[in-house]
């Protein structure tokens, strides 16, 4: 099997759905673990360490899901592996992939997933801060850097680019 026949057999193994708070302690194990793990590629330890911190505030993630629509991809065994949110001006606030499903094709069609959502909500661009890791992935989806910033997380302050993708009406 080639690696996009895997990607689509793993896209089709997937189930995607809107995020519920019953699956806020799973999302956040996601989060603290992909960052520790993948973004330790282009980022210090210091640095993932604080911006894993970032997702432990108590409350925080009550208040992301006051704000934001979250869509999960959940596998055959019920796991999330992936998941994005937006804002409804259209600022993607996150995309994590569970740090063993990199690589599958999960990104991807979460995006498409969000985008979708976007378009229907009278959406026409999607904004969003993304980090030195992601920016390739999301560069191949049409997103061009607007900016290099130094965006606060806990208690540094770490390098990512501010990206923009128009939305193209179908």
């Not at 979250?70 to 992936?82: M, S």
């Not at 229907?120 to 993304?130: H, K, L, N, P, R």
């Not at 290099?148 to 990206?163: G, H, K, P, S, V």
Request: contains cysteine; charged residues 25%; negative net charge.
């Amino acid at each position: 099997m080639n690696k996009n026949e895997q990607n689509d057999t793993s896209r089709n193994t997937l189930l995607f759905r809107p995020a519920t708070p019953t699956d806020i302690p799973e999302l956040k194990e996601l989060f603290r673990n992909t960052v520790l793990a993948v973004n330790i590629r282009d980022y210090t330890a210091e640095e993932v360490a604080d911006w894993a911190f970032c997702g432990n505030r108590p409350g925080r993630w009550e208040e992301l899901f006051a704000t934001l629509h979250f869509i999960v991809a959940v596998n055959t065994e019920d796991v999330i592996v992936g998941f994005t949110s937006i804002r409804s001006d259209g600022y993607l606030h996150s995309m994590f992939i569970h740090k063993d499903h990199q690589g599958k094709g999960i990104a991807t069609a979460l995006l498409q997933r969000i985008e979708s959502y976007a378009k229907e909500q009278g959406i026409c661009e999607i904004t969003s801060e993304v980090s030195k890791t992601a920016r390739p992935f999301f560069e191949r989806q049409g997103y061009t850097v607007e900016y290099e910033q130094q965006a606060l997380c806990y208690r540094l302050r770490l390098t990512n680019y501010w990206m923009k993708k128009t939305l193209k009406a179908e």
